[in-house]
Nanobody
Framework: QVQLVESGGGLVQDGASLRLDCAAS????????MGWFRQAPGIKEREFLG????????YYPDSLKGRFYVFRDNSKSAAYLDLDTLKPEDTAVYSC???????????????????WGQGTQVVVSS
């Protein structure tokens, strides 16, 4: 069983940058694909932000390319999400997830993930 714990969220100003951490334990981290999602207030669906496969290949939705960056450090069993030029509409709960699956068509789907963290809140003030 893999446990995931996110950290790094908080209240930031419009235009700020932020790094979110996802610490993993209880599994073979290097064999897992890691993804990041967010859920905005009042929105039921999780929005895909990016993912990184065990090989290091990254996937992003076109709407967010250039602002959000996913990377991993296998030696620390950790994944990260860099958020750049944050806007008030980026306010959401950000969650990391781990998957035994891989691939461009699979990783954008929340259903592809086997394990989820509890999420960390990001609030962007105007």
């Amino acid at each position: 069983q893999v446990q995931l714990v996110e950290s790094g969220g908080g209240l930031v100003q419009d235009g700020a940058s932020l790094r979110l951490d996802c610490a993993a334990s209880g599994g073979t981290f290097r064999s897992l694909a890691m993804g990041w999602f967010r859920q905005a207030p009042g929105i039921k669906e999780r929005e895909f932000l990016g993912a990184i496969s065990p090989s290091g290949r990254t996937y992003y939705p076109d709407s967010l390319k250039g602002r959000f960056y996913v990377f991993r450090d296998n030696s620390k069993s950790a994944a990260y999400l860099d958020l750049d030029t944050l806007k008030p509409e980026d306010t959401a709960v950000y969650s990391c997830a781990a998957s035994h699956n891989d691939g461009e068509l699979v990783l954008p789907r929340p259903s592809a993930y086997n394990y989820w963290g509890q999420g960390t809140q990001v609030v962007v003030s105007s």
